[in-house]
């Protein structure tokens, strides 16, 4: 077939990846589409074939769909973030719940799955945020109408959808709470103000490179900036800026990276000002967030993720527990009251010793932390120094587990496994082998990341 084909009247039944909505027509053939809610229909013509489906463009709306709403942000069809602002909460949220049931139920056919578990707060409900300086940012055709060629091209904000050098000059982001958008806006002027330089993803040059807000629901701070060249004066003059303008900040730092990557893992984090950490609680729970370590990032809805974890765990008070991908030792530290003892593991070594160190300043003495791979770490030895376990937790990070850990997990037979997923995809990958000696018991995904694709998923699984 042509890969230019038009196709008239197809009706829009889902959503694919990345904002993509999927068409399928008489003939049974997969079209995927940019601007499409579930329940267009629509006039689509095709400009590229892959392997299993057609990418088109909608030409013709014939009729929209009762679930679309009018997105609240401004930017939204051009920031990458947010794609799903223009279906109601309830249809995202649906959507989420069949692609966990279609995808659970490739596996085990007869699984329940839960209802999902909605978010209570749709908006300023991220703790934590990565902005992108620019000085080349990304123009609207609105902006390229009305120009004169004398736009100013500094901006900080999101790459644009599937651009990874493009970037859209954020006004105002509904994700993080104030000051948040203070702060990005406050700077970008003062940048331009004292002529300091933007990034140039391209020909990489520029000073200011990115700019991450933590938060946390003690009201506390944190703000990193992410310098490209190690200029001295110009970095004061920004960290000074941060830290005479707001006081919310309670931990104020920088770092100087001039490698391909804006990742900050291998970098020296330099403090500027305050703590170089800040603290977050869940129930009476005090975590230390120290800037290399991850943390949930709605904490509203990570209390009841640990609820259900908890609840699925059923943790008897002479059992052993696995916190596998333990972070800062949240999930250890939240379940260790009912058990014997708990073990964690983490790759990052600044979350390993923050989990350390926060067990004892919550007087929890029965968790340990090791770091390290899972893969290198999880092993025969590791087993004789800990004691097999009898409820195993496991979250990994979006790429699920390493298969090396699944072999090491089916050779100890745990009776119960949770496993915590913000991925169903690689989440199903691995069940499909954990399937060889596990029964599902229970499925809870849970919606973290409103407007996005993204949900999370608990699955409890027994041992045959
Ligand atoms: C989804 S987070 C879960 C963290 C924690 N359970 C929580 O609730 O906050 C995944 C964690 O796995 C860690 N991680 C990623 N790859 C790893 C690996 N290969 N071995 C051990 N830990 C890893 C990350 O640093 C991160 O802290």
Redesign the pocket.
Known sequence: MSKNKIFLSVKIFDLGSKGQSIAKSDEGIVLMVKNGVPGDVVDIKTYRKKKNYFLGNIIKYHSYSKNRIDPTCKHFGVCGGCKLQNISYHTQTELKEDKIKHSITRIFNDAKINPIIRCDNQFFYRNKLEFSFTDNKWLTEAEIKNSDNKIDRRGIGFHKAGMWDKIVDVEKCHLQIEPSNKIRLSLKQFAIKNNISFYNTRLKKGLLRTLTIRNTSMNQFMVLVQFFENDKKNINLVMQFLKESFDEIHSLLYTVNDKENDSIYDRDIKLFNGKNYIEEKINSLIFKIYPK????TNIQQ?LK??EIIQDYAKIKKNEIVY?????????SQFVAKQSKKVI?????EE?VISATNSAKENKINNVVFEF????N?FTKNFILKHGKPDVI?T?????GM?KD?IKEILKLNTPKIVY???NPSTQCRDLEILKEKYNMVKVQPLDMFPHTDHVENIVLLELK
Do not use: N, W
């Open positions: 370590s991850f943390f949930q990570t993720l640990y916190d596998l991908y333990s972070g800062l030792g949240t999930i964690g593991v983490e790759s990052v979350a390290g791979d899972m893969k770490v937790i979250d990994p990070p979006r790429e390493h850990v915590v997923s913000c």
